[in-house]
Each structure stands twice: as structure tokens, then as C-alpha cells.
């Protein structure tokens, strides 16, 4: 036996209006300290859901009647086991395997083509204490593998990721990012540059004192300053506005955020001069995964499937 929430169970609770436009991709406010895993693993494995699902199966459409299923992720023993990718008529297009060690560890995620032949995949190995450090990606034809580029991963005394570079092929350096700490274990500075030593991006983060709480970002590049986020907390420290200014230090925008049972509910992006710019809204279920999101790019639908 197994629970699930239905679409049709979505579609009932949200017969109402809503304003919705796009939603930016801003800073969460705390920054994505790098914990181990080369930039592809982190991003497909990030999101476990709560309660050990089975599997979820994602839909988007621009409306409810016009919903078509995108994606199922296949999970066991509370880790991604599998994927299958749709096409928009519904039909199964692509998949994705995900490969781990006796000790528990991701080995390795394939890219499978509609008939099961893996067409790439990425590999990623680890220290005597289960650390990343280095991940390899290949493009597979008729079986034979070509390496594309890795990346390697360096850590500092406190197991932090200090160093990661890229690298193609050949073993020409693409790529340097340097992680600088505070004592408490903090990211306080996040640099990136080209194989030429280039600089690409320089971040840097200011805490509040004593509470841990990222009050202000800036970003760097080349030609110096480009960007100023400054953050705004309530009194649980969750994060109540966003404020995004450009070099000259002038107001770009405002995000704020409305919470229901410590979940984002509702984001809302304003100009500078107080027009809406962009709004998204999310529901979750009991177990407290996000089911529904609506924007300007249209609706997403998530159905869980958990054990009884």
C-alpha cells in the first residue's frame, strides 16, 4: 500500500486567482558552501525530499488543463535511485541511473537514451574519509567513453572545501575557485578565475555578529563591484526581504517572503519604484514537500508517492 497526493487533490484547493510572474533566481541568503561534491552531483542530489517517497512525478503546463508530465525520479532507501524524462506529447525520451558504493557513496550518474544505452556519464571519487575529490565526466558512443573534463577538490585542515579546479581533457586548467572561512566555519569569501588567472567572480559575504545570519553580499568581477545583496530577518531568522542594488549602490529591486509552518509560501519581487516584478507561490504536503509552485512561467505539479 502507498499514500500519494493527487492532482486532482491540487487542483481542488487551488480554484482562486492569483497574480504571478516570474520569479528571479536571487541568493537564499545563506550561501551554498561548497560540502563535497563537484557541481553536477550537488545540484541532482540537493533536494531529497522528506518522508522516503518512492517516487515523485513532476508535471508543468502554462495552466491545469494543460499540464503534462516532465519527469519521475525514482527513490530507494531515501536516496535517487533512477529518473525518467518525458517528452511534451508524454512519451519517455531520456533517463538517469545513480550508482553507489558498498559504503554508501555516489559512484556515478548515467545518461541513458530512450532505448537504456548510456550516451554520458559523470564518476566521482573519494578519499580514505569518503570526501569528493575528483569528478570526471565522459560523452559515450556505441560503448566507447571520451573524457570531457573534471574536476578536483582540495579541502583545508577543517575539511572545508578550500580549492576546486576545472579542467579539460588535456589537463589544461579552466577553471579556480578559492573558499575562504572565518572561524566559525562561515564562507566569508568565494573567488573564481579563469585558467589564465582571469578574475571571473570574486563574492564576499558579511555576518551578523554573534547569530551567524548573512546580512550582506557583494559581487565583484573584473571592473570591481557590480551587485550589493543586503538581507532582512524576522525575529525567527527566516528571511523577510531581499534587496538587491547595483554598483552605484541605487535600489534594483525587493524580494519578500511570506511563510506558512516555516515554508515559503509566497515571493514577491518589486522595482525600485514599487511596480511588481516577478511573484511565485508554493504548497506543501504533510510530510512538508513542496506540491505546487505557480509563476509567470506557468505551474509545476509534484506528485509523491510514499510507503504505507
Same mark, same amino acid.
Given at each position: 500500500?502507498? =499514500? ?5 487533490? !491540487? ?44 517516487? !515523485? ?5 502554462? &495552466? ?8 519521475? /525520479?525514482i527513490y530507494d532507501g531515501g536516496r535517487i535511485s533512477s529518473e525518467k524524462i518525458f517528452t511534451a506529447e ?61 574536476? @578536483?577538490?582540495?579541502? +583545508? ?6 580549492? =576546486? ?8 586548467? @579552466?577553471? =579556480? ?18 585558467? +589564465? ?11 551578523? &555578529? ?7 553580499i557583494r559581487s565583484y568581477d573584473v571592473n570591481g563591484l557590480y551587485e550589493t545583496t543586503k538581507y532582512e ?10 534587496? =538587491? ?18 515554508? /515559503? ?44
Open positions: 500500500m502507498v =499514500r500519494k497526493i493527487t492532482l486532482f487533490t !491540487v487542483m481542488a484547493f487551488l480554484s482562486l486567482p492569483f497574480f504571478a510572474q516570474r520569479e528571479q533566481n536571487l541568493e537564499e541568503g545563506l550561501p551554498s558552501v561548497p560540502a563535497g561534491y563537484a557541481e553536477s552531483s550537488r545540484v541532482s542530489l540537493k533536494s531529497i525530499p522528506l518522508g522516503n517517497p518512492l517516487e !515523485v512525478t513532476e508535471y508543468n503546463g502554462p &495552466s491545469f488543463d494543460k499540464l503534462v508530465r516532465t519527469k519521475t /525520479i508524454g512519451n519517455l525520451s531520456s533517463g538517469v541511473e545513480y550508482v553507489y558504493s558498498s559504503g554508501d557513496v555516489l559512484t556515478e550518474i548515467r545518461g541513458l537514451d530512450v532505448d537504456g544505452n548510456i550516451k554520458w556519464a559523470y564518476r566521482y571519487e573519494y578519499d580514505d574519509i569518503k570526501r569528493l575529490v575528483k569528478e570526471s565526466s565522459f560523452n559515450i558512443h556505441n560503448g566507447n567513453e571520451v573524457l570531457e573534463g573534471y574536476v @578536483t577538490l582540495v579541502y +583545508d585542515s577543517n575539511g572545508l572545501v578550500s580549492k =576546486r579546479e576545472t579542467f579539460s581533457a588535456d589537463d589544461v586548467m @579552466t577553471l =579556480r575557485e578559492v573558499f575562504t572561512y572565518n572561524e566559525a566555519g562561515k564562507l566569508v569569501e568565494a573567488a573564481s578565475y579563469y585558467g +589564465d588567472e582571469t578574475l571571473l567572480k570574486r563574492t564576499v559575504y558579511e555576518y551578523a &555578529s554573534g547569530k551567524g545570519l548573512v546580512l550582506q530577518y524576522q525575529q525567527d531568522g527566516k528571511i523577510s526581504s531581499i534587496l =538587491r542594488y547595483g554598483y552605484d549602490s541605487v535600489l534594483k529591486d525587493t524580494e519578500t517572503r511570506v511563510y506558512c509552518e516555516d515554508k /515559503i509560501v509566497r515571493r514577491v519581487v518589486t522595482n525600485a519604484d514599487g511596480s511588481p516584478s516577478s511573484a511565485s507561490f508554493c504548497l506543501y504536503d504533510w510530510m512538508g514537500n513542496g506540491v505546487f509552485e505557480r509563476s509567470q512561467e506557468g505551474i509545476t505539479v509534484r506528485e509523491f508517492v510514499y510507503p504505507e
